[in-house]
C-alpha cells in the first residue's frame, strides 16, 4: 500500500533540508520513494514555488500532471472563482476516489501558508518511526493513506500529461 504524505515546515526552506533527509533514508532502505514534490513558499510571492523531485524517484514515477492538478486544487482553486468551479469539483471528485479527500486537501491548504514549505512523497514500505525520527525538527506530519487500488485509479487517472 501506497502512502501520501505531507511534511509542513514553518519556514521556506525547511522542507529541502527534509528531501536530503529523505534521501538518505532511501538509500538506508527505511523508505521506497515513488514520487515526490517540494513547495517552498517564500513570503513576499503571492504563490507558492513547486518542484517535482525526479531524482529521489525511479521508474513508476507519477507525471508532473499529478502534482500540477493536486497544487491547484490546495493553492489556486480557491482563487479561480466560479467560472472553473465545476471543472475542480470533478477534479476534486476523482481524487476522492483514489483517497486525496476534500478534508486533505483543506487540511494542507490551511496549513502550507505564505512563509512555509512542504515535502509530498508518495511513498512505499516505510519504517515510520525511523523515517518521522529522522525528519528535520519542525516538520509538521499531514498524511492519507492510499490502498492499492486506490494507488492505481490515482495513476490511472494521471496517466496521460
Same mark, same amino acid.
Given at each position: 500500500?501506497?502512502?501520501?504524505? @505531507? ?11 527534509? $528531501? ?5 533514508? +532511501? ?6 520513494i515513488?514520487?515526490?514534490?517540494? &513547495?517552498e513558499?517564500? /513570503?513576499?510571492?503571492? $504563490? /507558492?514555488?513547486?518542484? +517535482?523531485l ?29 467560472? &472553473?468551479?465545476a471543472?475542480?469539483?470533478a477534479?476534486?471528485?476523482?481524487l476522492?476516489?483514489v ?11 490551511d496549513?502550507?501558508?505564505p ?7 508518495l511513498? +512505499? ?6 523515517v @518521522?525520527?529522522? @525528519? /528535520?525538527t ?7 493513506n492510499?490502498s492499492?487500488e486506490e494507488e +492505481?485509479?490515482?495513476?490511472?487517472v494521471?496517466?496521460?500529461?
Amino acid at each position: 500500500m501506497a502512502t501520501m504524505t @505531507v511534511w509542513k515546515f514553518s519556514d521556506a526552506t525547511g522542507a529541502g533540508a527534509a $528531501k536530503d533527509a529523505l534521501a538518505e533514508l +532511501q538509500k538506508e532502505g527505511l523508505i521506497r520513494i515513488i514520487d515526490a514534490a517540494i &513547495v517552498e513558499w517564500d /513570503p513576499s510571492r503571492k $504563490k /507558492p514555488k513547486t518542484e +517535482q523531485l525526479h531524482n529521489l524517484t525511479g521508474a513508476g514515477a507519477l507525471t508532473g500532471a499529478f502534482w500540477g492538478w493536486l497544487f491547484g486544487l490546495i493553492f489556486f482553486a480557491p482563487l479561480l472563482g466560479m467560472a &472553473v468551479g465545476a471543472a475542480v469539483g470533478a477534479l476534486s471528485g476523482s481524487l476522492t476516489d483514489v483517497g486525496i479527500d476534500d478534508d486533505f486537501i483543506r487540511q494542507t491548504r490551511d496549513a502550507i501558508t505564505p512563509g512555509t514549505s512542504a515535502l509530498f512523497v508518495l511513498s +512505499q514500505d516505510a519504517v515510520i518511526d525511523k523515517v @518521522v525520527e529522522r @525528519v /528535520p525538527t519542525g516538520g509538521e506530519l499531514i498524511h492519507t493513506n492510499l490502498s492499492s487500488e486506490e494507488e +492505481q485509479a490515482l495513476r490511472e487517472v494521471f496517466a496521460a500529461e
